[in-house]
């Protein structure tokens, strides 16, 4: 989860996609880690308010989950935005 954090903060505004999370995580931990899993520690840091997904598509199909990572001093982001 440690690095799936750092990713988010390094992504902040942007539009990371699964690949793209899937290959850093490799690099860093060189573990067997799914998409599944990446997106429930993502969820999980957006619900303790660590950060922000908005609303949008990473990737096709069931696997629908926010596009954007805001964090508070972006115009339009924290709370009541």
Known sequence: MEE????ACRYIGQSP???M????IRLA???NIGWQRI???????DG???IRLIAGDLGPGP???PARLANDLEPGG???A
């Open 48 to 50: 303790a308010l660590l």
């Open 29 to 31: 931990m060189h573990p």
């Open 39 to 45: 997106l429930a520690y993502l969820k999980f840091l």
């Open 17 to 19: 996609s699964q690949a």
């Open 21 to 24: 999370y899937l290959e850093e």
């Open 63 to 65: 696997g629908e989950v």
């Open 4 to 7: 799936v954090f750092r990713l």
């Open 78 to 80: 924290g709370v009541g």
